[in-house]
Structures are given as C-alpha cells and as structure tokens.
C-alpha cells in the first residue's frame, strides 16, 4: 500500500485532470518561469523563464535574416491620429488600448500625486504597430528601387485583457512584429506565406509541437487585413492555441499611410504590405503542449539549459573530489554544440536532498547525479526528463559525453512524437450536428476545461453559421486549413453545400 501511494505521488497538485487551470499557474509557480506583478495582468518573466524567449528569440532571428528582413525599433507611443486612419484597425483594437493622456505628476492638495500637464494628443501605448511603421514607410519608400523593404522589431506591446493568465494573455507581453513593403501583390503574398511556413517550422523543429497551418475566417482575421493565415496547436486540454500568425494587408494600410513609391513605368503606385508576429505565448505552448503532473518538460533545442550536474556529497572529505570531477565534465560539455548552441550546463552543488525534484520541476532535459561511487568508476548516474523519474541509468563519461547530443535528439523527437499522438487521438471527422455538438460537450462536468478536441467538419462560408457554432459552444473556426482534402460535403449547421472542411475547435 505504502508502494502505491510513494508511485502515485507527483510534484504538481491538483494534477492536469484534476484541474487544468490551476495545474498550469502551479507550473508556471514551481518551474520559476515567472509570477505575477504588482500592476495587475502583468507579469514578472523570470531568468529560466527569460532564457526560454531569449532562445526562440534567437532561432527566429537567424531565420528572419536568412530572408532579408533587417532589426529595427519604433516608438511605444502611437498618436491617436494614427489609428483611426484605417477603420477596421481602430475598431478591432479601441477595447484593448491603453491611453496617455497626461505628461507629468504633481503634488495635490492632499499630497497625493495627481496628473499634471494635458497631452495636446492622447498618445496609445502600442498595441502593435502597423500604423506608426506605416508612417515611416510612406517616408522610407519613394521609388520602386526602394522596395521591398523588409523589417522587424523585438519590443513589448499592451493590451487592456480583461482575464489574464501568465503567458497566455497578459496586459504587456513580449513579441516579434515583422512589417514588410512590396512592389506587387504577388510578392507580398509570398512573404505573408514563407513567415508562416517559419513559424511552423519554430513550432515543430525547436518546440517539439505539431501544427495545423491555414487561413482565417474573414470573422477572426486580424482587423484591417485582406487574409490572415496562422499556425494552431492542440494543447494537452485537447483546446487550440494559436502559435503564430501573418498577415496579407493588402494595399490597405499602404493607403491610410500614404505609402506610395515610383513604379518603373514612371506611374505613382500604392505599395502592398504584410505583417506577421509571435509572443511570449510560445512560453505557454510549451508548458501545455509537454508538462506534466511533474512539471515542466523542455524541448531541447531551446531549453534554458540541457543539462544540470548534482554532485553528491555526504562526506566532507570527498567534496574537493567530487567537485573536481563536476568542473571538469561541465568544462568538457560546454565545448560541445548542440546544433546552433554550446550545450548548456547547470551545476547544482546545494546541500539539500530536494535538488532532483527542482530540476525535474523546472524540466532540464537531462539530470546528472555524480558521488563518489560513480567517480570511482568514472561514470555518472543519469535521468532523462521526457521519461518515467525512475528510469535513470549508470553510464561511462566518456559514453555520455559521446553519446549527448543524440541523446538530446532523440528527447526532442519523442516529445514531438508524443505531442503528434495525441493531436491525431484527439482529431475527428465529423459530419453529424449531433455528434458535433456531443464532441465538444465535457464528458465530466467536474472537469469541464478537458473535452473536444478539433473537429473537421464542413462550414458553408456562412458568418451567421460561424457565430452560431461560437454562441452555443464557445467553439470557433481555427483556421480553414492549406489541405489537398477537397472532398465535399454538407455545413454541419445549416446543411448547405461545402467544398472543404476546417478545423472547430475551443481555443484559448
């Protein structure tokens, strides 16, 4: 009996079936990711969680520049003005902004600071920036020969979020914007689609999660935009999260911008831009697509670090011993790559029999145990975060610095692999409203954030057929997906025609 209860034990309470929710803010909690701060909806990201972003950061970026597109930094700040020259772009943001109005504190009468000097104009913290770069632009650009113009910025952006939750949907968050300018049509589309195919690359070659790549409804487009595509994921609540997204502008924002430029024909022509972006909700794709009832699991190629080394020490006259060997094996590890990084070492020489779990928790890919035993036999005892915590094993050091790399490999491959199992466990055809609405109805109502799953099945382009789906399920169309699968059917609400089936499901 004791046995079984020692094997039932997890780091994480309530487990993932348990409670979702609060199974991922205790993740978020014991992996030392990040905390709440005291301005509500915003977050403190903390070192191991910053690490995180700063390695996608970096995978990003080298393949950004692999296409020509050039690092630059605009203002937080955007005139009022400046949104409300595209319509659709205002409407879809005015609920999410922040605005300056004042410029300094003064003392008041009771002498609590109170604002001072009026604004001559409101001033909107950016929510993201395709107007203010816009202005640049319609400076930047005068002739053909100035195009395409291709930039992208790392910055912050805010919000205004009603519910927040870490990582997910936070007030100020993180993020990559990439804003493009092109000479034609053509061009500009072919961009919008190759920063997409990136993202899905990012997803599935460094966070180990597989996606569904497509297009938007008209309804879920971004506002202002011609066609949206994204990258969707399936979280381990069977919900989506969408993982990246880029945008075809059209000619749009080039005309309420005044982005205009010389054509070769001598003829003054409005040029056609995109945009595209990921945030710092990457961090919680990560979290929800591998953790588990122990805590966090790291893809490899971009975990805050590969490896931790424990030393052992139960007697202190093989401390100088066992530390010895420790340096000398992290020094040996860390001329090593793996990929486009050195392997990255940690060294945990804590006195404290609860170091193994704090790693496990934080979800270092792998765990080394070193004592005087193993140095005896110039071994090291190792545990692999993406299997069972007991299934840890004795191996030579010249074996394991052989073999790390391909044993990072193989860690990374079986947490996509996994990932790629249940997506496709949880993915149904479905033709029947019934069984539609029975899809996405909680098998247990204790539990009611774990259910569904996506569901393919044919929608006629209807909007009122979208939002019905929407207003009786919380259910929406997360994308219409690129698929050769052309074979037709019947709207599985109003039962009309459809050419094509797409991706429902609840989404955070």
């Known amino acids: 009996m004791r046995k079984d209860m020692k094997a039932e034990k997890t780091a994480i309470t309530p487990t993932r ?34 690490a995180l972003w700063e390695n996608i950061r970096n995978v990003l970026d080298d393949m950004f520049r692999e296409t020509g597109v050039k690092n630059a930094y605009f203002p937080l700040f955007i005139p009022k003005r400046f949104l409300e020259k595209e319509a659709e772009h ?11 109005t004042h410029h300094r504190l003064e003392e008041g009468e009771d002498g609590s600071l109170v604002p001072a000097g009026p604004l001559e104009e409101p001033l909107v913290v ?18 053909y020969r100035d195009l395409p113009l291709l930039i992208n910025q790392w910055c912050n952006v805010v919000r205004w979020e009603m519910r927040t939750r870490i990582f997910l949907r936070t007030t100020e968050f993180l993020w990559q914007e990439g804003h493009t300018a092109h000479a034609g049509r053509e061009e500009a589309m072919e961009r919008t689609r190759q920063m997409l195919d990136i993202y899905a690359r990012l997803a599935q070659d460094y966070l180990a999660i597989p996606v569904v790549s497509g297009e938007k409804t008209a309804a879920e487009r971004f506002p202002g935009a011609v066609n949206t595509y994204c990258v969707e994921a399936m979280m381990q609540d069977r919900k989506a999260l969408q993982a990246g ?23 003054e022509e409005y040029a056609w831009t995109t945009s595209w972006g990921v945030s710092t909700r990457l961090i919680g794709a990560i979290i ?38 420790t340096h000398a094996l992290a020094l040996e590890l860390r001329e090593l790559r793996y990929h486009q990084r050195k392997i990255s070492v940690e060294i945990d020489d804590r006195e404290t029999g609860a170091k193994g779990w704090d790693w496990i928790k934080k979800g270092i890919p792998l765990r080394v145990e070193i004592g005087p035993r193993d140095i005896a036999q110039d071994s090291v005892f190792v545990g692999r975060r993406d299997r069972g915590l007991r ?17 990072l490999d193989d860690i990374q491959k079986n947490l996509f692999d ?3 199992r249940f997506r496709n466990e949880n993915t149904v055809n479905i033709d029947s409203k019934d069984d539609f609405y029975a899809f996405f109805t909680p098998e247990n109502p204790a539990t009611p954030e774990i259910h569904g799953g996506f569901a393919l099945a044919h929608w006629c382009g209807d909007q009122g057929c ?43």
């Open 90 to 100: 205002v409407e879809g943001f005015a609920k999410e902004c922040a605005v300056v």
């Open 418 to 420: 996994r990932a790629l």
């Open 391 to 407: 299934d840890k094993e004795s191996i030579r050091r010249d074996e394991f610095v052989k073999t790390i790399v391909p044993v």
């Open 466 to 508: 979208e939002e019905r789906i929407k207003e009786d399920l919380s259910v929406t169309i997360r994308c219409i997906p690129f698929s050769d699968n052309t074979e037709p059917g019947t709207c599985i609400v109003c039962g009309a025609n459809s050419s094509i089936p797409v991706v429902f499901a609840k989404a955070y």
């Open 245 to 267: 997204t880029s945008h075809f502008l059209g000619q749009n924002f080039a005309r309420a911008s005044e982005i205009k430029y010389q054509s070769a024909r001598e003829k």
């Open 17 to 50: 079936h348990e409670d979702y929710p609060e199974w991922y803010q205790q993740v978020v909690k014991v992996s030392d990711l990040a905390e709440n701060s005291p301005v509500r909806g915003c977050m403190v990201i903390k070192p191991w969680g910053y």
């Open 288 to 325: 929800m697509a591998h953790g588990d009832d122990n805590g966090l699991v790291l893809p490899p190629m971009i975990a805050s670090s590969h490896v931790v080394l424990m030393p052992i020490v139960k007697k202190a006259k093989d401390r100088n011993l066992v530390m010895d060997y």
């Open 126 to 143: 950016r929510p993201t920036s395709e107007t203010i770069i816009g202005e640049s632009f319609s400076r930047w650009v005068t002739s």
